[in-house]
Protein backbone atom coordinates (compact mmCIF):
# COMPACT_ATOMS: atom_id res chain seq x y z
CA UNK A 1 0.00 0.00 0.00
CA UNK A 2 1.80 3.49 -1.07
CA UNK A 3 -0.26 6.29 0.28
CA UNK A 4 -4.03 5.59 -0.62
CA UNK A 5 -6.25 8.02 -1.05
CA UNK A 6 -9.39 5.64 0.18
CA UNK A 7 -9.76 2.00 1.79
CA UNK A 8 -11.34 -0.44 4.24
CA UNK A 9 -9.55 0.02 7.40
CA UNK A 10 -9.55 -0.70 10.85
CA UNK A 11 -9.74 2.42 12.89
CA UNK A 12 -5.96 1.69 14.40
CA UNK A 13 -4.67 1.09 10.56
CA UNK A 14 -6.77 4.46 9.71
CA UNK A 15 -4.81 6.25 12.15
CA UNK A 16 -1.53 4.99 11.72
CA UNK A 17 -1.69 5.65 7.80
CA UNK A 18 -2.72 9.10 8.37
CA UNK A 19 -0.21 9.84 10.50
CA UNK A 20 2.66 8.33 7.65
CA UNK A 21 0.53 10.64 5.16
CA UNK A 22 1.21 13.56 7.33
CA UNK A 23 4.62 12.83 7.67
CA UNK A 24 5.38 11.18 10.85
CA UNK A 25 8.98 9.42 9.90
CA UNK A 26 9.65 7.64 13.78
CA UNK A 27 7.25 5.37 15.76
CA UNK A 28 7.68 3.56 18.40
CA UNK A 29 5.75 1.16 20.83
CA UNK A 30 5.32 -1.75 22.91
CA UNK A 31 2.56 -4.14 21.68
CA UNK A 32 -0.35 -4.01 24.24
CA UNK A 33 -3.77 -4.67 22.74
CA UNK A 34 -5.71 -1.86 21.72
CA UNK A 35 -2.66 -0.07 20.65
CA UNK A 36 -0.75 -3.18 19.45
CA UNK A 37 -2.58 -2.73 15.72
CA UNK A 38 -0.83 1.00 15.54
CA UNK A 39 2.45 -1.07 16.09
CA UNK A 40 1.52 -3.49 13.75
CA UNK A 41 1.07 -1.38 10.92
CA UNK A 42 3.76 0.95 11.41
CA UNK A 43 6.44 -2.00 10.82
CA UNK A 44 4.85 -2.97 7.68
CA UNK A 45 4.64 1.02 6.61
CA UNK A 46 7.53 2.92 8.10
CA UNK A 47 10.13 1.21 5.76
CA UNK A 48 8.28 1.75 2.78
CA UNK A 49 8.08 6.05 3.23
CA UNK A 50 12.13 5.63 4.43
CA UNK A 51 10.68 6.11 8.08
CA UNK A 52 12.03 3.92 11.23
CA UNK A 53 9.79 2.08 13.52
CA UNK A 54 11.07 0.41 16.85
CA UNK A 55 9.00 -1.95 18.57
CA UNK A 56 10.84 -0.87 22.47
CA UNK A 57 11.09 -3.01 25.02
CA UNK A 58 8.70 -1.11 27.98
CA UNK A 59 7.17 2.57 27.05
CA UNK A 60 9.55 4.73 29.69
CA UNK A 61 12.44 3.85 26.78
CA UNK A 62 10.02 4.79 24.08
CA UNK A 63 8.31 8.21 25.21
CA UNK A 64 12.21 8.90 25.73
CA UNK A 65 12.80 7.65 22.17
CA UNK A 66 9.71 9.95 20.73
CA UNK A 67 11.53 12.99 22.74
CA UNK A 68 14.93 12.71 21.17
CA UNK A 69 13.37 11.92 17.75
CA UNK A 70 10.91 14.88 17.90
CA UNK A 71 13.77 16.98 19.47
CA UNK A 72 15.43 16.96 16.40
CA UNK A 73 12.94 18.28 13.94
CA UNK A 74 11.08 14.97 13.20
CA UNK A 75 7.63 14.22 13.48
CA UNK A 76 6.92 11.82 15.71
CA UNK A 77 4.66 9.33 17.24
CA UNK A 78 4.16 6.98 20.10
CA UNK A 79 1.17 4.46 20.97
CA UNK A 80 0.41 2.50 24.03
CA UNK A 81 -2.72 1.54 26.45
CA UNK A 82 -3.73 2.15 29.92
CA UNK A 83 -0.98 0.72 31.81
CA UNK A 84 2.07 2.04 29.38
CA UNK A 85 0.51 5.43 29.33
CA UNK A 86 1.32 5.28 33.16
CA UNK A 87 4.26 4.88 32.81
CA UNK A 88 5.08 7.42 30.09
CA UNK A 89 3.70 10.81 32.72
CA UNK A 90 6.81 11.51 34.15
CA UNK A 91 8.19 12.45 30.27
CA UNK A 92 5.02 13.56 29.31
CA UNK A 93 5.03 16.42 32.08
CA UNK A 94 8.39 17.19 31.07
CA UNK A 95 7.88 17.56 27.36
CA UNK A 96 4.88 19.74 27.79
CA UNK A 97 7.03 22.01 29.75
CA UNK A 98 9.97 21.44 27.34
CA UNK A 99 7.68 22.01 24.49
CA UNK A 100 8.23 18.81 22.08
CA UNK A 101 5.73 18.51 19.74
CA UNK A 102 5.10 15.11 19.90
CA UNK A 103 1.97 12.87 18.90
CA UNK A 104 1.08 10.36 22.10
CA UNK A 105 -1.74 7.89 21.22
CA UNK A 106 -3.67 6.13 23.53
CA UNK A 107 -5.77 3.45 22.96
CA UNK A 108 -7.65 3.43 25.94
CA UNK A 109 -9.26 -0.46 27.16
CA UNK A 110 -12.81 1.71 28.17
CA UNK A 111 -12.91 5.51 29.16
CA UNK A 112 -11.37 4.65 32.78
CA UNK A 113 -8.08 7.18 31.13
CA UNK A 114 -9.48 10.88 31.16
CA UNK A 115 -8.66 11.86 34.27
CA UNK A 116 -4.85 10.68 32.85
CA UNK A 117 -5.25 12.31 29.68
CA UNK A 118 -6.38 15.17 30.48
CA UNK A 119 -5.27 16.24 34.28
CA UNK A 120 -1.54 15.41 33.75
CA UNK A 121 -0.81 12.41 35.19
CA UNK A 122 2.90 13.37 35.81
CA UNK A 123 4.30 16.47 38.05
CA UNK A 124 4.01 20.50 37.34
CA UNK A 125 1.36 22.72 35.98
CA UNK A 126 1.18 20.38 32.51
CA UNK A 127 -1.57 19.52 30.33
CA UNK A 128 -1.39 17.87 26.69
CA UNK A 129 -3.62 19.06 23.84
CA UNK A 130 -6.59 16.16 24.25
CA UNK A 131 -8.14 14.86 20.70
CA UNK A 132 -10.83 11.89 20.96
CA UNK A 133 -12.62 11.09 17.37
CA UNK A 134 -15.34 8.94 17.28
CA UNK A 135 -14.98 7.24 14.43
CA UNK A 136 -12.23 5.84 11.62
CA UNK A 137 -12.61 8.65 9.59
CA UNK A 138 -12.25 11.38 12.49
CA UNK A 139 -9.79 9.40 13.21
CA UNK A 140 -7.58 10.05 10.24
CA UNK A 141 -8.23 13.90 10.40
CA UNK A 142 -7.18 13.64 14.10
CA UNK A 143 -3.84 12.50 12.70
CA UNK A 144 -3.08 14.71 10.85
CA UNK A 145 -4.87 17.75 13.13
CA UNK A 146 -2.68 16.47 15.66
CA UNK A 147 0.84 16.94 14.32
CA UNK A 148 -0.20 20.15 12.71
CA UNK A 149 -1.48 21.58 16.24
CA UNK A 150 1.27 20.18 18.35
CA UNK A 151 4.05 22.16 15.61
CA UNK A 152 1.58 25.31 15.97
CA UNK A 153 2.04 25.69 19.65
CA UNK A 154 4.95 23.51 20.05
CA UNK A 155 3.38 21.37 22.65
CA UNK A 156 2.43 17.88 22.54
CA UNK A 157 -0.56 16.52 21.51
CA UNK A 158 -2.67 13.31 22.65
CA UNK A 159 -5.07 10.93 20.66
CA UNK A 160 -7.90 9.85 22.93
CA UNK A 161 -9.31 6.05 21.48
CA UNK A 162 -10.56 3.23 22.57
CA UNK A 163 -10.79 -0.61 21.69
CA UNK A 164 -13.53 -0.10 19.79
CA UNK A 165 -12.13 2.58 17.82
CA UNK A 166 -9.26 0.58 17.00
CA UNK A 167 -11.00 -2.65 15.87
CA UNK A 168 -13.86 -0.91 14.20
CA UNK A 169 -13.39 -1.21 10.01
CA UNK A 170 -14.60 1.43 8.09
CA UNK A 171 -13.65 2.76 4.86
CA UNK A 172 -11.29 6.10 5.21
CA UNK A 173 -10.68 8.93 2.90
CA UNK A 174 -7.37 10.31 3.70
CA UNK A 175 -6.44 13.96 2.84
CA UNK A 176 -5.43 16.75 5.74
CA UNK A 177 -8.60 18.53 7.00
CA UNK A 178 -8.74 22.20 6.49
CA UNK A 179 -7.78 23.19 9.89
CA UNK A 180 -5.34 21.11 9.47
CA UNK A 181 -2.87 22.71 6.92
CA UNK A 182 -1.12 26.50 6.35
CA UNK A 183 2.06 27.61 7.13
CA UNK A 184 3.76 26.52 10.54
CA UNK A 185 6.53 28.10 12.59
CA UNK A 186 9.69 27.15 11.79
CA UNK A 187 11.60 24.38 13.64
CA UNK A 188 14.64 27.13 14.78
CA UNK A 189 14.58 24.84 18.12
CA UNK A 190 15.50 21.45 16.31
CA UNK A 191 18.72 19.84 17.42
CA UNK A 192 20.17 19.59 14.14
CA UNK A 193 23.62 19.28 14.66
CA UNK A 194 24.69 22.92 15.81
CA UNK A 195 25.75 23.34 12.67
CA UNK A 196 27.35 26.93 12.14
CA UNK A 197 25.39 27.91 15.35
CA UNK A 198 25.48 27.16 19.38
CA UNK A 199 24.64 24.38 20.16
CA UNK A 200 20.66 23.88 21.16
CA UNK A 201 19.28 22.50 24.34
CA UNK A 202 15.64 21.27 24.52
CA UNK A 203 15.00 21.06 28.54
CA UNK A 204 12.36 21.92 30.91
CA UNK A 205 14.85 22.47 34.05
CA UNK A 206 14.81 26.20 33.54
CA UNK A 207 15.50 28.97 30.70
CA UNK A 208 18.55 31.40 30.66
CA UNK A 209 16.76 35.22 30.97
CA UNK A 210 18.65 38.37 30.64
CA UNK A 211 16.32 40.04 33.86
CA UNK A 212 17.07 40.32 37.19
CA UNK A 213 13.68 38.48 39.32
CA UNK A 214 12.64 42.17 40.13
CA UNK A 215 12.19 42.42 36.28
CA UNK A 216 15.21 44.65 35.43
CA UNK A 217 18.01 44.14 32.89
CA UNK A 218 20.89 42.41 33.72
CA UNK A 219 23.79 43.85 32.13
CA UNK A 220 25.08 43.10 28.39
CA UNK A 221 25.60 39.38 27.70
CA UNK A 222 24.79 38.48 31.21
CA UNK A 223 21.95 36.02 32.15
CA UNK A 224 20.59 34.22 34.94
CA UNK A 225 18.94 30.67 35.25
CA UNK A 226 14.71 31.23 36.08
CA UNK A 227 13.68 27.45 36.90
CA UNK A 228 9.91 28.23 36.79
CA UNK A 229 9.93 30.37 33.62
CA UNK A 230 9.39 27.71 31.19
CA UNK A 231 6.24 26.31 33.93
CA UNK A 232 4.66 29.91 33.54
CA UNK A 233 5.19 29.65 29.83
CA UNK A 234 3.10 26.46 29.55
CA UNK A 235 0.36 27.81 31.66
CA UNK A 236 0.33 30.90 29.17
CA UNK A 237 0.25 28.66 26.11
CA UNK A 238 -2.71 26.55 27.97
CA UNK A 239 -4.48 29.55 28.01
CA UNK A 240 -3.85 30.77 24.11
CA UNK A 241 -4.84 26.94 22.87
CA UNK A 242 -7.54 27.11 25.00
CA UNK A 243 -8.76 30.32 23.30
CA UNK A 244 -8.59 29.30 19.84
CA UNK A 245 -8.27 25.05 19.36
CA UNK A 246 -11.94 24.20 21.07
CA UNK A 247 -13.98 22.31 19.28
CA UNK A 248 -17.41 20.97 20.31
CA UNK A 249 -20.36 19.28 18.22
CA UNK A 250 -23.51 19.57 19.70
CA UNK A 251 -27.12 18.86 17.82
CA UNK A 252 -31.33 19.88 18.98
CA UNK A 253 -29.57 22.36 21.78
CA UNK A 254 -33.06 25.00 21.07
CA UNK A 255 -35.43 23.54 22.18
CA UNK A 256 -33.84 20.71 24.40
CA UNK A 257 -35.04 19.73 27.94
CA UNK A 258 -32.46 17.74 28.47
CA UNK A 259 -28.87 17.34 27.35
CA UNK A 260 -26.78 14.36 26.75
CA UNK A 261 -23.12 14.71 26.17
CA UNK A 262 -20.39 12.16 25.63
CA UNK A 263 -16.77 11.74 24.19
CA UNK A 264 -15.31 9.10 21.95
CA UNK A 265 -17.14 6.50 20.30
CA UNK A 266 -19.61 5.99 22.75
CA UNK A 267 -21.03 9.33 21.77
CA UNK A 268 -22.12 7.20 19.14
CA UNK A 269 -24.70 5.45 20.72
CA UNK A 270 -25.42 8.40 23.20
CA UNK A 271 -26.57 10.49 20.03
CA UNK A 272 -28.17 8.11 18.82
CA UNK A 273 -30.04 7.19 21.92
CA UNK A 274 -30.99 11.23 21.54
CA UNK A 275 -32.25 10.67 18.39
CA UNK A 276 -34.62 7.77 19.64
CA UNK A 277 -35.57 9.88 22.55
CA UNK A 278 -36.70 12.38 20.07
CA UNK A 279 -38.87 10.27 18.53
CA UNK A 280 -41.07 9.36 21.73
CA UNK A 281 -41.99 13.24 21.75
CA UNK A 282 -38.69 13.51 24.38
CA UNK A 283 -37.25 17.00 23.44
CA UNK A 284 -33.53 15.91 24.10
CA UNK A 285 -30.47 17.48 22.73
CA UNK A 286 -26.61 16.39 22.48
CA UNK A 287 -23.41 17.69 22.97
CA UNK A 288 -20.14 16.14 22.23
CA UNK A 289 -16.57 17.03 22.96
CA UNK A 290 -13.78 16.67 20.30
CA UNK A 291 -11.00 18.90 22.76
CA UNK A 292 -11.36 16.97 25.60
CA UNK A 293 -8.45 19.96 26.46
CA UNK A 294 -8.73 22.35 26.04
CA UNK A 295 -12.38 21.56 27.58
CA UNK A 296 -15.53 23.29 26.01
CA UNK A 297 -16.85 24.73 29.02
CA UNK A 298 -18.30 27.49 26.69
CA UNK A 299 -21.16 25.71 25.35
CA UNK A 300 -22.03 23.86 28.64
CA UNK A 301 -22.08 27.33 29.89
CA UNK A 302 -24.85 28.29 27.29
CA UNK A 303 -27.07 24.97 28.29
CA UNK A 304 -26.72 25.93 32.12
CA UNK A 305 -27.64 29.43 31.55
CA UNK A 306 -31.41 27.61 30.44
CA UNK A 307 -31.61 26.38 33.28
CA UNK A 308 -31.75 22.89 30.66
CA UNK A 309 -30.49 19.62 33.10
CA UNK A 310 -27.32 17.68 31.42
CA UNK A 311 -27.02 13.80 31.60
CA UNK A 312 -23.05 12.46 30.72
CA UNK A 313 -22.64 8.63 29.33
CA UNK A 314 -19.01 7.71 29.97
CA UNK A 315 -17.65 4.09 30.21
CA UNK A 316 -16.13 5.04 33.38
CA UNK A 317 -16.85 5.45 37.47
CA UNK A 318 -17.51 8.90 36.08
CA UNK A 319 -14.90 11.01 35.16
CA UNK A 320 -15.97 13.54 32.66
CA UNK A 321 -18.67 14.63 34.64
CA UNK A 322 -16.73 16.14 37.08
CA UNK A 323 -15.59 18.99 34.11
CA UNK A 324 -19.36 19.34 33.15
CA UNK A 325 -19.90 20.25 36.30
CA UNK A 326 -17.18 22.74 36.72
CA UNK A 327 -18.22 24.31 33.37
CA UNK A 328 -21.41 24.96 34.80
CA UNK A 329 -21.01 25.94 38.41
CA UNK A 330 -24.13 24.30 39.97
CA UNK A 331 -26.49 26.37 37.87
CA UNK A 332 -28.23 23.18 36.41
CA UNK A 333 -28.53 19.97 37.14
CA UNK A 334 -26.00 17.07 35.90
CA UNK A 335 -26.55 13.69 36.01
CA UNK A 336 -24.15 10.47 35.67
CA UNK A 337 -26.14 8.00 33.32
CA UNK A 338 -22.92 5.84 32.25
CA UNK A 339 -20.69 3.61 34.33
CA UNK A 340 -17.93 0.79 33.78
CA UNK A 341 -18.96 -1.30 30.94
CA UNK A 342 -16.27 -3.91 30.25
CA UNK A 343 -16.38 -7.32 28.40
CA UNK A 344 -14.26 -10.31 30.14
CA UNK A 345 -11.37 -9.43 29.07
CA UNK A 346 -11.37 -6.11 30.48
CA UNK A 347 -11.98 -4.35 27.13
CA UNK A 348 -14.43 -1.81 26.74
CA UNK A 349 -17.14 -3.34 24.84
CA UNK A 350 -19.82 -3.99 27.73
CA UNK A 351 -23.26 -4.65 27.61
CA UNK A 352 -24.18 -0.40 28.75
CA UNK A 353 -22.58 0.08 25.58
CA UNK A 354 -25.72 0.23 23.99
CA UNK A 355 -28.05 2.86 22.71
CA UNK A 356 -31.29 1.25 24.18
CA UNK A 357 -29.38 0.81 27.35
CA UNK A 358 -28.93 4.86 26.76
CA UNK A 359 -32.31 5.37 26.00
CA UNK A 360 -33.63 3.78 29.35
CA UNK A 361 -30.97 5.71 31.42
CA UNK A 362 -32.11 9.16 30.03
CA UNK A 363 -36.30 8.15 29.63
CA UNK A 364 -35.43 7.95 34.13
CA UNK A 365 -33.98 11.49 34.07
CA UNK A 366 -36.36 12.98 31.91
CA UNK A 367 -39.15 11.55 34.12
CA UNK A 368 -37.42 13.00 36.72
CA UNK A 369 -36.83 16.38 35.45
CA UNK A 370 -40.86 16.35 34.40
CA UNK A 371 -41.77 15.55 38.03
CA UNK A 372 -39.31 17.92 39.87
Known amino acids: MTNPTRAFLEGGHALAEAAIQAGCRFYCGYPMTPSTEVLEYMARRMPEVGGVCVNVEA ?8 WGATGAGVRSMIASTTNGMALMQESLSEMVVGRIPAVIVNMGRGQGDYFMC ?53 TVTFGAPADATGPLPEKDWATDGARG ?22 PDGQTRTDVTAPMRMAVRRHEAIAAEEVRVESEGLDDAELVVTAFGVPA ?16 I ?28 FENNAGQ ?3 DVRLAVEGRTPVHFIGGISMDSSGFGVGPEIDALHILQRLREVYAARSAA
Open 59 to 66: ELEGINMV
Open 118 to 170: TRGGGHGSNRCIVLAPWTAQEAVGTAYRAFYLAEKWRHPVMIFGDFILSHTSE
Open 197 to 218: RAPRLLTSLGMKIPEAPDGTPL
Open 268 to 283: RFARYAAKLAREDGMK
Open 285 to 312: GFVRPYTLVPFPEGRFREVAARGVPIAV
Open 320 to 322: MVQ
